[in-house]
Nanobody, 121 residues
Framework: VQLQASGGGLVQPGGSLRLSCAASGNISSVNAMGWYRQAPGKQRDMVAIISYGGYTDYADSVKGRFTISRDNAKNAVYLQMDSLNPEDTAVYYC????????????????WGQGTLVTVSS
């Protein structure tokens, strides 16, 4: 599976950005897609995951501000990020893998290239 992410950039605090990720290849080998992020000097953490059936899970730090969605026909996943703050600055990675039905637990099998999101005035 190949993942192509896009949509990062520089945004002011309080602003919005939308990330997109298109998947190609053996899509049947995964059942969920999502986004992780890695800030400088920190580990890579889950941001949001969505299953083909529509189950979602979010990191507590983004609940109420970020929304993950997907277009199964296009094998694409999106992350709408609102009310961004400097703590959201990180490289965001698209991911695909095998997750439980409610996507609470799972394993990422494929990573896309990162896209940098910088929140700064």
């Amino acid at each position: 599976v190949q993942l192509q992410a896009s949509g990062g950039g520089l945004v002011q605090p309080g602003g919005s950005l939308r990330l997109s990720c298109a998947a190609s290849g053996n899509i049947s080998s995964v059942n969920a897609m999502g986004w992780y992020r890695q800030a400088p000097g920190k580990q890579r953490d889950m941001v949001a995951i969505i299953s083909y059936g529509g189950y979602t899970d979010y990191a507590d730090s983004v609940k109420g501000r970020f929304t993950i969605s997907r277009d199964n026909a296009k094998n694409a996943v999106y992350l709408q990020m609102d009310s961004l703050n400097p703590e959201d600055t990180a490289v965001y990675y698209c991911a695909a893998g095998l997750f439980s039905q409610t996507v609470v637990v799972g394993t990422v099998r494929y990573w896309g290239q990162g896209t940098l999101v910088t929140v700064s005035s």
